[in-house]
C-alpha cells in the first residue's frame, strides 16, 4: 500500500468516524487533537497519539486536517509547532475542513514552496455520511494530487475534482446555501402546517413523495419533529460557514439575498444559546417567531 502512513488531525464529531474508516482499511495512522481525550478511541484501535501538528508530520506520507474554521487551519498548518514546520517534501496535504477559499489557496501556496502538492477537500453528508462513509468530497487541487489521494478518500465517501486548489471549499460554500436554505424551507413548512392544526409527521410523509422532497428532510425530518436538536453538524459551524460564503459573495460581487436572510437566522441561534445543536434546530427560531410547536405527538 502506497501513502501507508497517514497522519489524521481533528477527531471531532466528523473527524472521529473518518479517521476510523482509515485504520480498518489498514491505513497506519497517527492521531492528534487539541483535546487528547479524543485521540484515545483510535488509540485503542491500534492509531498512534502524536504531540503536534508537527511532530505527526514528520512521520507522516500524508496529512489529513479536519478542523472548525479558517484560523483553526492556518494554526494548524503554519503555526510554530504547524504541519508545515516539520513535514518532509512530497507529503500529501488534504484539508478535510471547510474554511474559506482565500485561506485555502494561501496555505496550498506556502505548502508548495516545501515541495508538498495539498488538496482543499471539505465534506458533506455531516455525522451519517462520516459514519457510513458515504460523505460528498469536494476537492481542489492538482489532478496528480487528486488521483493520489483517491484511493485514501474513497474510504470515506465520494471524491470529485472540481477545480484548482480553492474550488472545493467554492464548491462546499454552494453545499451549504443549499443546505440553509432547505432546512429553512422544511422549517417554514412544518410550522406554517402545525399553526393550522396538520401533525407535522403528515406533512413529512406527503412532502417526501413529492418535488419537495431532499436529503435533508429524509435525514433530518423525523427528528426535526419530534424534537432531537443533537449535533450532527452544529449551528455554529454552519453560521461559520454562512459568514465565509457572504465575505466570498461580496469579493466577486455576487448577491445571495436567500443567503443573507439565513445568516440572520442562523445568528438568531447563536444569540439563543443553540450554537451547540444540530443546524436543524433552525426550526426553533421559526417556532419562536410564529408562537407554534412543530412536533408531532405520534
Given at each position: ?159 470529485t475534482l472540481c477545480g484548482q486548489s480553492g474550488a472545493g471549499q467554492t464548491v462546499k460554500a454552494c453545499n ?123
Amino acid at each position: 500500500m502506497t501513502d501507508k502512513h497517514i497522519g489524521f488531525i481533528g477527531l471531532g464529531i466528523m473527524g472521529q468516524p473518518m479517521a476510523t474508516h482509515l485504520i480498518n482499511a489498514g491505513y497506519d495512522l497517527t492521531v492528534y487533537d487539541l483535546f487528547l481525550a479524543r485521540t484515545e478511541p483510535l488509540v485503542a484501535l491500534g492509531a498512534r497519539a502524536a504531540g503536534s501538528c508537527r511532530e505527526l508530520a514528520a512521520v507522516s506520507d500524508v496529512v489529513i486536517t479536519m478542523v472548525p474554521d479558517s484560523p483553526d487551519a492556518e494554526a494548524a498548518y503554519l503555526g510554530e509547532n504547524g504541519v508545515l514546520a516539520g513535514v518532509r517534501a512530497d507529503t500529501l496535504l488534504i484539508d478535510m475542513s471547510t474554511i474559506s477559499p482565500v485561506t485555502a489557496m494561501d496555505i496550498a501556496k506556502q505548502a508548495a514552496k516545501l515541495g508538498c502538492p495539498m488538496l482543499d477537500a471539505p465534506v458533506s453528508g455531516g455525522d451519517v455520511g462520516a459514519k457510513n462513509a458515504t460523505l460528498s468530497i469536494m476537492v481542489g487541487g492538482d489532478a496528480a494530487a487528486f488521483d493520489r489521494a483517491r484511493p485514501i478518500l474513497e474510504r470515506m465517501g465520494t471524491p470529485t475534482l472540481c477545480g484548482q486548489s480553492g474550488a472545493g471549499q467554492t464548491v462546499k460554500a454552494c453545499n451549504q446555501i443549499q443546505v440553509a436554505l432547505n432546512y429553512l424551507g422544511m422549517s417554514e413548512a412544518l410550522v406554517l402546517g402545525a399553526k393550522a392544526g396538520v401533525d407535522p409527521a403528515v406533512i413529512i410523509q406527503v412532502l417526501s413523495k413529492g418535488l419537495a422532497q431532499s436529503r435533508v428532510m429524509d435525514q433530518r425530518g423525523q427528528r426535526v419533529i419530534h424534537g432531537d436538536f443533537a449535533p450532527g453538524f452544529r449551528s455554529r459551524f454552519h453560521y461559520k460557514d454562512l459568514h465565509i460564503i457572504l465575505e466570498t459573495a461580496r469579493a466577486f460581487g455576487c448577491s445571495l439575498p436567500g443567503t443573507a436572510l439565513a445568516f440572520e437566522l442562523f445568528a438568531a441561534m447563536q444569540a439563543n444559546d443553540m450554537g451547540d445543536l444540530d443546524h436543524s434546530a433552525l426550526i426553533r427560531i421559526i417556532e419562536m417567531l410564529s408562537h407554534t410547536e412543530a412536533r408531532s405527538q405520534g
